[in-house]
């Protein structure tokens, strides 16, 4: 490979992360990305491995991390660096507030909510992400038909979604075994573990 081909290719850790102009503005989603193609975002990102694998895996798509730790949000944009993958932008906020306030209505075609924060003492429970309103505003930014899939390893936590799911505008679906999806560091965890993953795909309902 020639210099100019590898200067070309070479992605800095600074450029894959996502500092919007203005945050009381919705983002202008064709600035952000290389190629115009279907979005896909994964709220609480991690360290990226969910985000950075997908994102090798589908060149054709864009993929935004969203996630609030700035240690974690480091390790994610230096994952997509390392790897080259002009198709991956993250950012650094709150995941509700990003799903109310900075992604465009119709402009998201799959939501990862992967292993979201458990919060496992009743004392805790309303600092849990997934609310009605939050499905609400999850739903306003997906496309028609759009997919939210979320894991967790709680099972009082996935019974209140599936109730919550259950008066929105959501509709279960059964998964599909051709989908295979690159692991995530926390379900590589309680994979080992060998403890329990509840899981839900979901599809808007027009
Ligand atoms: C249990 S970890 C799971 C990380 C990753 N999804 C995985 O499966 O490996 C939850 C992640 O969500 C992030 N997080 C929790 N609440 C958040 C919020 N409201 N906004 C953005 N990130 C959040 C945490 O900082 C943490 O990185």
């Known amino acids: 490979m020639d210099d100019a081909v590898a200067y070309s290719s070479a992605i800095s850790v600074a450029a894959v992360e996502l500092i919007p102009a203005d945050y009381f503005a919705p983002l202008d989603l064709a600035l952000i990305f290389r190629q115009a193609a279907p979005l896909e975002i994964d709220l609480g990102c991690g360290d990226g491995t969910l985000l950075t694998g997908l994102a090798e895996k589908f060149p054709e798509r864009n993929f935004l991390g969203i996630e609030r ?3 974690r949000v480091r390790s994610a944009c230096g994952k997509a660096a390392r790897k080259k993958l002009p198709n991956v932008r ?4 709150e995941s509700t507030y990003a799903v109310q306030h900075l992604l465009p209505s119709k402009s998201i075609d799959v939501v990862h909510l992967l292993f979201p924060d458990p919060w496992p003492k009743k004392r805790h429970h309303r600092r849990r992400i997934v609310t009605g309103d939050f499905l609400a505003a999850v739903h306003r930014i997906l496309v028609p038909g759009g997919r939210l899939r979320i894991a967790t390893d709680q099972a009082d936590y996935f019974e209140t979604i599936r109730e919550l799911v259950s008066v929105s505008a959501f509709r279960e679906e059964a998964a599909d075994e051709q989908e295979i ?3 995530t560091t926390f379900e590589k965890q309680f994979i080992a573990e060998r403890a329990p993953i509840y899981r839900l795909r979901l599809r808007t309902i027009a």
């Open 90 to 93: 993250i950012l650094r906020i």
């Open 69 to 71: 730790l700035l240690g």
């Open 181 to 183: 999806f690159p692991l």
